[in-house]
């Protein structure tokens, strides 16, 4: 691959293009935190016991679903990089072969189903907790193949620079959540109050809602005549393989990341009871807030970095990472910034008023604004790396960084030292600042520079 040399590129030509491309993404990821947000500030009605089972749950039925969701996201590197070569219908292929890829997050729900009754008993969570964790979780895996189906959709729309069908879709799916988790959460307009099962429910009916209004624009749409998304739809043995090679380090990477942050939340952090579980997913709600905007140029930068690889130009692509590096930075440290500051004031104000899970949640807070700016450096190289391609070293890097030193840290902390909730959340500022300077370092070296991702048929 022959890289070009950065020629008629302004000095704001790249924030341009990483806006452009990210902030319908951002308001997309934005609405999936205002609905998660949503679900914790209604179920908070319900008591201290509920907002703890729901934080838990939604944390593992998320977490188990990433194989999958990490595997069907790299339809972006995919699209993205037939786009630069403007292989259009390759888009679109690509596009049905993560589709196909899907249907196994339905067989995945089915298997997780026995196993939620011991996963949760063996978080020694008071029987209450649990028992409202198990139904929560086994209503949520309902939704594992829209949201494995609206995963790969929407990676193709940002991959041909349309994020903004999946950022509307998302908002009416927002909207709709919103008033099912009233409905039902509380029982209005005639329906039972369901409560935690409620909110579970709502959550699987706006996923269905959203993969199918993406799979209507998709074989619909007039826009998208020239991917010729409905000639294209046979299964491809040689690109879907392309897409597992590639995809399940990806997935692999997600998963380790995720899994080990839901062992830290209900091994570690919920082992101190209650309280400090509830602290913690009021924490974890708010840094949504300042980090799912990261994702979303995550996902932006993802699909620009495997255009302009595709296109041979690699020099712009670490170009236009770098900007997004820059905006990631101000905005999150930004945020750190409110919530250190106002932190307090917010939890009391918008979900508990018990004093230890105020003072609790403010001083996770605290550390959650110290180490803002670094995790926008991780969720942005993470994106570049995968639209390069490089995740079988990012799976490799995740599981040494998680299991090897985040984990036993963030015990060593907790436990021995007396540190509890608190010391585990130091653990974890210290692992989040460290990481940031190891994925810099891999994006910074270009030892993805030569990587190809499709094999000879794709040429």
Same mark, same amino acid.
């Given at each position: 691959?022959?890289?070009?040399?950065?020629?008629?590129?302004?000095?704001?030509?790249?924030?341009?293009?990483?806006?452009?491309? /990210?902030?319908?993404?951002?308001?997309?990821?934005? /609405?999936?935190?205002?609905?998660?947000?949503?679900?914790?500030?209604?179920?908070?009605?319900?008591?201290? %016991?509920?907002?703890?089972?729901?934080?838990?749950?939604?944390?593992?039925?998320?977490?188990?679903?990433?194989?999958?969701?990490?595997?069907?996201?790299? %339809?972006?590197?995919?699209?993205?990089?037939?786009?630069?070569?403007?292989?259009?219908?390759?888009?679109?292929?690509?596009?049905?072969?993560?589709?196909?890829?899907?249907?196994?997050?339905?067989?995945?729900?089915?298997?997780?189903? !026995?196993?939620? !009754?011991?996963?949760?008993?063996?978080?020694?969570?008071?029987?209450?907790?649990?028992?409202?964790?198990?139904?929560?979780?086994?209503?949520?895996?309902?939704?594992?193949?829209?949201?494995?189906?609206?995963?790969?959709?929407?990676?193709?729309?940002?991959?041909? @620079?349309?994020?903004?069908?999946?950022?509307?879709?998302?908002?009416?799916?927002?909207?709709?959540?919103?008033?099912? @988790?009233?409905?039902?959460?509380?029982?209005?307009?005639?329906? =039972?109050?369901?409560?935690?099962?409620?909110?579970?429910?709502?959550?699987?009916?706006?996923?269905?809602?959203?993969?199918?209004?993406?799979?209507?624009?998709?074989?619909?749409?007039? /826009?998208?005549?020239?991917?010729?998304?409905?000639?294209?739809?046979?299964?491809?043995?040689?690109?879907?393989?392309?897409?597992?090679?590639?995809?399940?380090?990806?997935?692999?990477?997600?998963?380790?990341?995720?899994? @080990?942050?839901?062992?830290?939340?209900?091994?570690?952090?919920?082992?101190?009871?209650?309280?400090?579980?509830?602290?913690?997913?009021?924490?974890?709600?708010?840094?949504?807030?300042?980090?799912? =905007?990261?994702?979303?140029? @995550?996902?932006?930068?993802?699909?620009?970095?495997?255009?302009?690889?595709?296109?041979?130009?690699?020099?712009?692509?670490?170009?236009?990472?770098?900007?997004?590096?820059?905006?990631?930075?101000?905005?999150?440290?930004?945020?750190?910034?409110?919530?250190? %500051?106002?932190?307090?004031?917010?939890?009391?104000?918008?979900?508990?008023?018990? !004093?230890?899970?105020?003072?609790?949640?403010?001083?996770?807070? %605290?550390?959650?604004?110290?180490?803002?700016?670094?995790?926008?450096?991780?969720?942005?190289?993470?994106?570049?790396?995968?639209?390069?391609?490089?995740?079988?070293?990012?799976?490799?890097?995740?599981?040494?960084?998680?299991?090897?030193?985040?984990? !036993?840290?963030?015990?060593?902390?907790?436990?021995?030292?007396?540190?509890?909730?608190?010391?585990?959340?130091?653990?974890?500022?210290?692992?989040?600042?460290?990481?940031?300077?190891?994925?810099?370092?891999?994006?910074? /070296?270009?030892?993805?520079?030569?990587?190809?991702?499709?094999?000879?048929?794709?040429?």
């Amino acid at each position: 691959m022959v890289s070009v040399e950065l020629k008629d590129d302004s000095r704001w030509s790249g924030v341009r293009e990483v806006m452009n491309m /990210s902030w319908p993404i951002v308001l997309g990821s934005l /609405s999936f935190t205002i609905m998660e947000f949503t679900d914790k500030w209604m179920v908070s009605k319900l008591g201290t %016991v509920p907002l703890a089972a729901v934080g838990s749950s939604s944390l593992w039925s998320y977490t188990l679903s990433t194989i999958i969701l990490g595997i069907v996201g790299c %339809v972006s590197t995919f699209a993205a990089q037939s786009l630069g070569r403007n292989e259009k219908e390759n888009c679109a292929r690509y596009a049905w072969q993560g589709l196909y890829l899907g249907l196994f997050a339905g067989l995945l729900a089915l298997a997780m189903w !026995p196993v939620a !009754p011991p996963l949760f008993w063996s978080m020694g969570h008071n029987p209450e907790t649990t028992e409202l964790e198990i139904i929560f979780f086994k209503i949520r895996l309902f939704g594992y193949l829209p949201m494995a189906w609206g995963t790969a959709l929407a990676a193709f729309y940002q991959a041909i @620079n349309r994020p903004r069908v999946p950022m509307y879709i998302a908002i009416v799916g927002t909207a709709l959540n919103a008033l099912l @988790n009233y409905i039902l959460i509380f029982g209005k307009c005639g329906f =039972p109050a369901l409560g935690v099962n409620g909110s579970a429910t709502a959550t699987v009916i706006s996923q269905y809602f959203q993969a199918a209004l993406l799979h209507l624009v998709f074989i619909y749409a007039p /826009s998208l005549k020239e991917y010729a998304t409905r000639r294209v739809f046979r299964f491809d043995p040689a690109r879907f393989k392309e897409l597992v090679r590639i995809g399940l380090p990806s997935g692999a990477a997600m998963f380790l990341d995720i899994f @080990n942050w839901g062992i830290f939340t209900s091994y570690v952090v919920g082992h101190f009871g209650d309280v400090s579980l509830a602290a913690h997913n009021i924490a974890i709600s708010f840094m949504h807030i300042s980090f799912m =905007p990261a994702v979303a140029v @995550n996902q932006g930068i993802a699909a620009i970095v495997g255009q302009w690889i595709g296109k041979g130009d690699v020099p712009r692509a670490k170009s236009r990472t770098y900007t997004a590096i820059k905006i990631c930075v101000v905005y999150m440290a930004g945020m750190g910034l409110i919530f250190g %500051v106002f932190g307090e004031s917010l939890i009391r104000n918008i979900f508990s008023a018990d !004093p230890g899970v105020v003072d609790l949640g403010h001083k996770l807070l %605290v550390l959650a604004a110290f180490f803002q700016a670094f995790d926008a450096i991780n969720i942005t190289c993470i994106g570049a790396l995968r639209g390069a391609g490089d995740t079988r070293w990012m799976m490799i890097a995740m599981f040494i960084g998680a299991y090897a030193f985040f984990l !036993p840290l963030a015990t060593v902390l907790s436990f021995p030292l007396g540190g509890a909730a608190y010391g585990a959340w130091i653990g974890a500022t210290i692992y989040i600042c460290a990481v940031s300077g190891i994925l810099f370092w891999r994006f910074w /070296s270009e030892r993805w520079r030569h990587i190809n991702i499709f094999s000879e048929h794709g040429k």
